[in-house]
Each structure stands twice: as structure tokens, then as C-alpha cells.
């Protein structure tokens, strides 16, 4: 049985899946202006002063079950924009990491509340060296 609660949750995560929608399709769109214009981006977010309507994981959450919907596969880099402007937007400091691993070559992104990485393993921040905190 539903409760009013559990509507009211449910109705929030939709919410938020639409808005993690939308920013994978903003994302593709600044594509177009190259890595230069998402990277000038992301940098000029700031986290919000707004009362946190979200939790993190719920925001993770949203991202990771609008890629499942989204027209084409968003990789690391995509998913870890969308998750790091999205928690800037409900009032979280979030930071986009990207990094690489020297040998096999392999490069990732991620993003990290207060240094732990929440969109992703933890292993990461061992095995990678970081290229870039935004």
C-alpha cells in the first residue's frame, strides 16, 4: 500500500530523473562549443545556498536511472557532469574529478563529496591520478 510519503518521494525522484535527463541532453548540446566551453562551464557552477531538497544518493540515483532512458550511452565524463552540476544545483559542494592510470593507459571521471567519491568505487582515488579537481 502507498503511502502519501512514499508518493511524494517517488514523485520527487521522478522529478529528479527529469532534470538528470535534461542535463544529459544539455551536456550533448555543449558539445558542440568542445571540452573548452563544458570545462568553462562546470567551473562557473557554483553550489547553491538553497535549502538541500535532495540527498546525494537519491541525486546519484536520478543520474544513473536517466542514462537508462537516455537515447545513447552516456560515458564517465557525461554521467560525472550531469551528477556534479545537479548536486551543485540542490546545495552541495561537489567536485568533478578527472584522472587517468598511466599503464594500460585509461582515463575516468568521477565526482566527490568531501573527498569521497560518490558516483562511482572508491578504488579509484588509489589507482588514478588525478588530471583535474572542478
Known amino acids: 500500500?502507498?503511502?502519501?510519503?512514499?508518493?511524494?518521494?517517488?514523485?520527487?525522484?521522478?522529478?529528479?530523473t527529469i532534470e538528470a535527463w535534461a542535463g544529459l541532453a544539455f551536456f550533448d548540446a555543449s558539445r558542440l562549443a568542445g571540452f573548452a566551453g563544458i570545462h568553462r562551464y562546470i567551473r562557473r557552477v557554483r553550489h547553491s545556498d538553497r535549502?538541500?531538497?535532495?540527498?546525494p544518493g537519491s541525486v546519484v540515483w536520478a543520474?544513473?536511472?536517466?542514462?537508462?532512458?537516455?537515447?545513447?550511452?552516456?560515458?564517465?565524463?557525461?554521467?560525472?557532469f550531469v551528477t556534479t552540476w545537479m548536486l551543485r544545483r540542490h546545495g552541495f559542494a561537489a567536485t568533478?574529478?578527472?584522472?587517468?592510470?598511466?599503464?594500460?593507459?585509461?582515463?575516468h571521471a568521477w565526482?566527490?563529496?568531501?573527498?569521497?567519491i560518490?558516483?562511482?568505487?572508491?578504488?579509484?582515488?588509489?589507482?588514478?591520478?588525478v588530471l583535474e579537481r572542478l
Not at 51 to 55: F, K, Q, V
Request: proline residues 3%; hydrophobic residues 45%; charged residues 20%.
Open 1 to 16: 500500500m502507498l503511502t502519501i510519503a512514499r508518493c511524494v518521494h517517488a514523485i520527487a525522484l521522478a522529478a529528479l
Open 51 to 55: 535549502h538541500r531538497t535532495a540527498s
Open 63 to 80: 543520474v544513473d536511472e536517466a542514462c537508462v532512458w537516455y537515447f545513447k550511452r552516456a560515458f564517465c565524463l557525461q554521467r560525472s
Open 96 to 107: 568533478l574529478v578527472i584522472g587517468y592510470r598511466a599503464v594500460p593507459f585509461e582515463s
Open 111 to 116: 565526482v566527490e563529496l568531501d573527498g569521497r
Open 118 to 129: 560518490v558516483n562511482d568505487r572508491p578504488q579509484y582515488q588509489k589507482y588514478f591520478h
